[in-house]
């Protein structure tokens, strides 16, 4: 019986590594079709790959590898963003790409919500802002230490997402501004946190997620199957090797438990 065979990228810097084109090469090298393991980080991570024929794309949530034919993992580490990913599969199957995904059910959700956090937190920061990209990566994996208002890929086509989208722009918002020191929000954002259209197209977005993704567990890989794992951010990013604030909320190595991803001066 024949290996698999398993591949890993990693960036060794703050990013702009090269990340990207080295996963399209890999991929494109396989003898068998391989999968793109999105191995950790979120949508805030873009990969870059440029081809000889044209044919350009910034990956956010798709692997690097789809030009070259890859399938694509989202893992229980990797933060996903269903207002995105519509757009992005749109874009890579437009250019011929492999728009085949699957996610572990147990994979965090960023919603709307944790997008005006993050960008009303840095707003509030002055000139003293840390360079977020504001797509609320680090304020996703915050709200999920409260499972109660946890939200995962698994949620997302189930009966009880409306009440919990509901308890996050209701309760966690204003306990989160508040426990970090923002006392009011732009006119611009009081109107989104109002919105209830916004609750309904997310809404939406959530249940594409749920029909264009397929539900797949980490541990289900082919055996045979070649697979290569994509980081997302440079080492001298992640959480534990960086420096305060010019990190994100990310591992680039194994983790013991799952605290240890959590964690967070």
């Not at 090469?25 to 979120?42: C, E, F, H, K, T």
């Amino acid at each position: 019986m024949g290996k698999s065979i398993a591949q890993a990228v990693i960036g060794a810097g703050y990013g702009d590594e090269g990340k990207g084109h080295l996963v399209d090469a890999l991929a494109a090298a396989a003898i068998d079709q391989p999968v793109v393991v999105r191995s950790n980080g979120g949508a805030q991570a873009g990969h870059t790959v440029a081809l000889p024929d044209g044919r350009r794309h910034v990956f956010h949530h798709v692997g690097s590898g789809a030009l070259a034919g890859a399938k694509t993992h989202l893992s229980r580490f990797f933060v996903h963003h269903p207002m995105l990913l519509d757009a992005e599969r749109a874009a890579v199957a437009a250019l011929s790409g492999c728009v085949e995904i699957t996610a572990d059910p147990r994979g965090l959700v960023t919603t709307p919500w944790d997008m005006l956090i993050n960008q009303a937190v840095e707003r509030s920061r002055g000139g003293g802002r840390h360079g977020s990209c504001g797509l609320g990566f680090g304020e996703t994996i915050e709200r999920s230490l409260d499972p109660a208002l946890a939200l995962t890929v698994a949620d997302l086509a189930g009966p009880a997402l409306r009440g919990r989208l509901q308890a996050i722009r209701d309760v966690w918002v204003k306990r989160r501004l508040a426990a970090l020191g923002v006392d009011a929000l732009s006119a611009d954002e009081a109107q989104v946190l109002a919105d209830d259209g916004v609750l309904e197209v997310f809404i939406d977005d959530c249940r594409r997620f749920a029909d264009t993704v397929g539900q797949a567990s980490d541990g289900g890989l082919a055996a045979r199957e070649p697979v290569i794992f994509e980081g997302a951010q440079g080492l001298l990013l992640d959480q534990a090797i960086g420096v305060f604030p010019h990190v994100t909320r990310s591992h680039n190595r194994d983790r013991p438990d799952d605290g240890a991803q959590l964690a967070i001066p």
